[in-house]
């Protein structure tokens, strides 16, 4: 079946733009993660989503980080006058039923801000 | 604040020999925890989940334990093959949070 799909693969952008990040969980998953994968760091906390329920927003690094999921299914990460320290990967994945399965990645965004 | 390490960071092994990869994190009060692996330039691939009552999950040539009260768990691979060669993390459920804790990784190269 399909899995976690993420796009665009890779975007380059100059500092100061916005950009939008894509993922589309696997259908029937009701939770949603965002993680940043730096060179030379460890996977990252972005966010959580579950259900309807509030999202978990505490590893959003600053204000100018945001998302959203639609209708439970698809959700954007939006980074607003994007910086170079946000040169990284943004990793996708949802699972069936949050902590209680396995996560499933999506092939990430590579982030480029030039 | 949950800390989770990899050692070692890298590991080169001749096919077929039986390897452990070890994880350790600082605070045992975790829901669960999983192994992962990641090949370049893709995302991660879930191996094995153990639930913190559990004390080894199996599937296939992979072995996983748990020792909750030391903070430490294993992989096991046994009759290593070079389509194993990949980047192995693990990562803990942490008690009161939906977020999961990685390690650094470690990156095996299993040589023909």
């Known amino acids: 079946g399909a899995g976690v799909s993420q796009s665009p693969s890779n975007k380059v952008t100059e500092k100061g733009k916005d950009v939008e990040l894509r993922c589309d969980p696997i259908?029937?998953?009701?939770?949603l993660y965002w993680y940043r994968q730096s060179l030379g760091q460890g996977l990252e906390f972005l966010i959580y989503?579950?259900?309807?329920?509030?999202?978990?927003k505490s590893g959003l690094p600053s204000d100018r980080f945001s998302a959203e999921r639609t209708g439970g299914s698809v959700s954007t990460l939006t980074i607003q006058r994007t910086q170079q320290e946000d040169s990284a990967v943004y990793l996708c994945?949802?699972?069936?039923?949050?902590?209680?399965?396995?996560?499933?990645f999506g092939n990430g965004t590579r982030l480029t801000v030039t | 604040k949950q800390e989770v390490t990899q050692i070692p960071a890298a590991l080169s092994v001749p096919e077929g020999e039986n390897l452990v990869l070890n994880c350790s994190f600082t605070?045992?009060?975790?829901?669960?925890l999983q192994w992962f692996r990641q090949d370049p330039g893709k995302g991660l691939t879930s191996l094995l989940l153990?639930?913190?009552?559990?004390r080894e999950q199996t599937s296939g040539r992979l072995n996983a334990s748990l020792d909750k009260s030391s903070g430490r768990s294993t992989l096991y691979i046994a009759a290593s093959q070079p389509g194993d060669s990949a980047t192995y993390l693990c990562?803990?459920?942490?008690?009161?949070?939906?977020?999961?804790?990685f390690g650094q990784g470690t990156r095996l190269t299993i040589n023909p």
């Open positions: 989503f579950q259900g309807n329920s509030a999202p978990d």
């Open positions: 605070d045992s009060a975790i829901y669960n």
């Open positions: 259908s029937g998953h009701t939770a």
């Open positions: 990562a803990v459920n942490i008690q009161g949070a939906q977020k999961l804790v």
């Open positions: 153990i639930q913190s009552s559990q």
């Open positions: 994945a949802s699972s069936l039923q949050g902590r209680n399965s396995p996560l499933h």
